[in-house]
Structure formats: C-alpha cells, structure tokens
DNA sequence: ACCGAACATGGCACTCAGTGCACACTCGGC
DNA sequence: GCCGAGTGTGCACTGAGTGCCATGTTCGGT
C-alpha cells in the first residue's frame, strides 16, 4: 500500500509537477482513500523521501556503536558514507527524486530540514569526544557541516550525471578533504613555545617532505 | 502597516503559540483586512523573519563588491559578520524569535531555508576565485558550510544567554577557527628576501595540509 | 464454527493557509 | 471635477491536513 502510493505519486509528480498534483490525484491512481494516504505519510512532502526516516535511524544507530578508540572525524565520514549508500541503492529514483527537488521550492525545504536532522545527528556525535577540549561545541558543529557539505556535493554531482558515475569514489575524494582539514589535528603541547605562531625559513630546493619533516617536529607532532 | 502586523503577530505568537494563532486571529488584533496580511508577507511564516530578505539583498552586494586581491574566505567571513549585526541591532526581537523558532519545526524549516540561501551566496562567491584550482566547487561548499556553522554556533549561544554577552566577538572568535583552517596565508614579502628562500608564517592551529598546500603553491609545485 | 478484540481502511465534515478577482478608497497631476 | 496608479478589503474558492466514526478484516480464544 505504501509503495503503491509512492509509485502513483512519483507517476503523477514526473508527469504533471509536484503543485500541479492534488493528494486527491494519488489516491485515485493507487485506488485508495483520501485519509489512507495520511495514515502512511503525515504530509505530502514525506512521499518524496519515504526512506529517510529509516536511514537517520540508522546513521544514529551507527553513531552510537561506535567504539572510542577510533578517530570521530572518520567515523563521522563513514555516517556519511551510509547516507550515500541509500541513494546508490536506488539511482533511477534518487535520479528523478533530485529532479523534482531541483525545481520544487517545497521539496527542497524538506530535503533541507532532513539534512539539517543528518548534520546534528553527526554534530551530537561529535560533542561526546570533543568534550573537554576548548571550543568542543564549535568544531563539533564546523566539522558536521563541512562533512555534510562535502557529502551533498558528491552526492549532487552523481545525481546531476544521472547516476551513471561512481558515488562512492566521489565521497571518498570529496570526504578526504574534510578529513585532512579536521582529522588529525591535535592542540599543540601548550607551554613549550611561546607563541601561537610558528616561522619556517627554507631553501627554494630543499624538498617538500623535509619541510613537512621539520614542521612537524616542530609542532611536536612528529 | 507591516510594522503593526509584526507587532500584533509577535504578541499572538508568544502569548499563545504559533501554531495556535490564525492569520485571522493576527488582522483582527491589527485591525486590518485578511488579504492585507498576504499582501505584505507571502505565507504565515514570513512575519517572523521580516527583515532577511534585505540582508540577503545586503550580503550579495557586499559580496558583488569585494575587490579580488581580498582573501576571499575572510570576505566571505565578514560577509557573515554582516548578518550577524542584524541580529544584534535588535536583541530583544531577536531572542524572542529565537524561542519561538526553537520549539515550532515549522519555523525551524523556514529557517533552514533562509540560512541554506545565505551559505548558496558564500558559496556562489567562492567558486570565482577558486575557480581553476581543483576542486574548487568542493572547497567553496566545504567552506561556505563551515563559515555559516561557525557563525550559527556563536549567534546561538548569544541567543540562548538572552542576547547579554558580546555577540561580535563570539562571532569573531568562532569564525577565527574557520579562518585558521581555510584562511589564506600571509605571502611572504617578495624582493626582502634572496630568491632561494621561502619563508611560511602560519598560526599554530593551522592544519598542516594547509602549510603544505601553501608551501606547494609558493614553491609551484601546486 | 463462533465471538469479540484489535487493527486497517474509508468516508465525511471541518479548520485554516493561500490565491484570484472584483471593487472601493485615496492621492497627485491635468 | 477627472483619472490612473497604487493600496486596502471582501468574497469565494482550492487544497492540505485532522478528528471522528462507521465499516471491513484478521486474528486468537473458546
């Protein structure tokens, strides 16, 4: 029942326009009453994502079985590689899914709103082992929106291709970036230098990974 | 008129809930028609967000204004800073849509979308000079993102102290972060120094991914 | 086989947001 | 006085969403 709903209701979005299509319209092409169709979706805006629901419960349920040793930068990317998994599993309908939300003021503030569920998901997550450090709230919240914004222009990117490339490669590069920025990035011993800012004088041909070497040792990271 | 119907609306709204005010309930209190109050404000959640249509007008000029030899990612930090003083030029209002954006999910939503057009503007204006680099849309959503996750982190945390601590430097200090992170460095003082030598100065929290980019480009590596 | 409880479905009437249309008022210019 | 533009208002209508109650329909218990 649900899924006939959904099926007349993408039929009749793709056909007519998402405003142009009355609840009314539904439930006659999938042959069911009016109030029926409020039983399964509180609105008419959930018959577009009828599984995120789901997936957020998931990505929360992931979250929290996640051991403390490893880095939550990463766990956190690897939140966001479940999301994108839910869209590869069904790309002809994540493809029409984007088109109609691409050009449907209503839908993206859905879609939005259900992003904005994702990012605090992450951000709750991140609090927890961030506490303690100066900031914890601050960089739980940057790093959950950069890694969302890194997700969504992955995903957007496939989806615009019409699925035909590879997702998961996409996230993978575009989450790399996040986790170079935030991932490893531990305070520097306070108390050994004492300035805030460290001066690198180097010849022009001295190779990069010596440099890198020497920074490194410097911040006492090496 | 607009200010009345504002006015009557707040007071509705705090007194008994958003939900439980009818546009009716707002033009009786107002003393004016119906069709007045959609005249003024295209839906019901409008009234509570008056004045970001011409702030987001305000960013986009600032932005369209900036001159190129600017950092763009502290342009784009003082665009940010510009929305903030909008909110702390009326406290007192601004706390009170706060309280009532945080418990209404419809509200929130409408939220989600004004704030989603402000991070498109940063983001739209981060594609031009990073343009050419790789991966330039990324790095402008990534850091579109991150910049307005800042910023909503310090306004909120103003808001949720009744608007009694120094928003600017909450805000500045937040988005110091995000600078940090993405921020370009200063360039080196080209002609004082023999050709041969690099000189990198960077602040202690920058990610090392950024010392290395920075030392690439500079030594055209990049 | 029978009964009743729980549940899924459908129909109906209602509220309320939002729109299109027509009409009235009010000015400044002629 | 007239007129066109802009602005406010009343009215009727569509469509989303809800509460209530009357239907099946499918169970387990006897």
Redesign the interface.
Known sequence: MRDALIAAAFRLFLERGYEETTVDDIVALAGVGRRSFFRYFPSKEDVVFPDHERCLADMTAFLEASTDEDDPVRRVCDAARLVLRMYAEKPEFSVQRYRLTKRV?VL???E??VV?RYQRALAGYLREPFAGRR?A???A??I???V???H???LRAWLRSDGKGDAEAAVD??LR??Q???GA?P??PAGE?P???????????TP?WR??QE??TT?G?G
């Open positions: 003021p993206r503030a859905y939005l709103s904005w900031d709230g601050l960089r919240d940057v959950a929106a950069a969302v914004a890194a969504n222009n992955a590069h575009a970036h996040v170079a920025a935030f990035m305070a520097p230098l300035e805030d800012v460290v001066v690198v004088v180097a010849r022009r041909e990069l440099v890198v920074l490194e911040l990271r």
